[in-house]
């Protein structure tokens, strides 16, 4: 199952998962793009579920684990993903609902859908499951103007270590991949200049977001045995290595 599959690497991922041979259930917000994700799927769209859902909305994530329990009786994936950002704008500028509004659905959003899913995996036969979070560059180092967004993500790295901790018993793996300037459409700002930490704006390079689905389908690949704790994924020449 992968969480904000209706477009950028949510889309890119599902449709290369669904490529390699699994059956993939597509959560998302939006109705329409989630059903332009299947159709993309072409040939392999037979087995894709569409599954309209408000990741932080603790009823519709229950609902959407209802549907996958129903439909498919286990659950092996779940791709923690779905992601939005904030106005960029003075921390102090920020208004409430602006950063619960990053909160609930970067880090709610991953809570809600880590915690059904290891419900399901302890449960199901054979027992166990994968877990993969969506860290990004912000889990590590922020960009200018980006607090809940940065905030958000470096809880997913301790929501990652804790999930992984915690369920080692029940044979769930839990990993997290971090991404650097993805070319989707959330990113194309960066090719036009974006805000460095000195105040200037710069173009920024982008990679293929094709290299990161690879990326999650080999974390995704492994047996249970082994894990990919995390993965760094950057376009090569993006200022992440000492940036700032």
């Keep these: 199952m992968v969480t904000g599959a209706g477009s950028g690497i949510g889309r890119a991922c599902a449709l290369a998962l669904l490529e390699a041979g699994y059956t993939v259930v597509l959560a998302g917000r939006r109705a329409a793009t989630l059903h332009d994700a299947v159709h993309a799927a072409g040939v392999h769209a037979a087995h894709a579920l569409a599954v309209p859902t408000d990741v932080a909305d603790p009823v519709s994530v229950a609902a959407l684990f209802d549907r996958i329990r129903d439909d498919y009786g286990r659950l092996d994936l779940l791709f923690n993903n779905a992601g939005v950002g904030a106005p960029a704008v003075p921390m102090e500028d ?3 609902d602006q950063w619960k509004a990053v ?3 970067n880090l ?10 290891i419900r399901m995996m302890k449960a199901q036969t054979p027992r166990g499951g994968r ?8 889990a590590q180092a922020p960009r200018p103007l980006t ?11 301790g929501l990652t270590k804790a999930t992984s901790l915690d369920c080692r018993a029940h044979d769930i793996a839990c990993g997290q991949i971090d991404i650097g300037n993805a070319a989707t459409e959330m990113t194309e700002p960066m090719a036009a200049g974006i805000l460095q930490a000195n ?20 974390m995704a690949s492994l047996p249970l045995s082994a894990n990919v704790q995390f993965m760094t994924i950057v376009a090569t020449t993006m200022p992440y290595i000492g940036r700032g």
């Design 147 to 157: 607090a809940p967004y940065t905030a958000a993500k470096h809880a997913i790295t």
């Design 131 to 138: 877990i993969i979070n969506n860290g990004s560059i912000s």
């Design 108 to 117: 709610t959003g991953a809570f809600l859908c880590t915690q059904q899913a």
């Design 94 to 96: 920020l208004t409430i």
């Design 103 to 105: 909160v609930d659905i």
């Design 199 to 218: 105040g200037s704006l710069m173009a920024e390079p982008r990679m293929d977001v094709a290299h990161v689905a690879a990326a999650v389908v080999h």
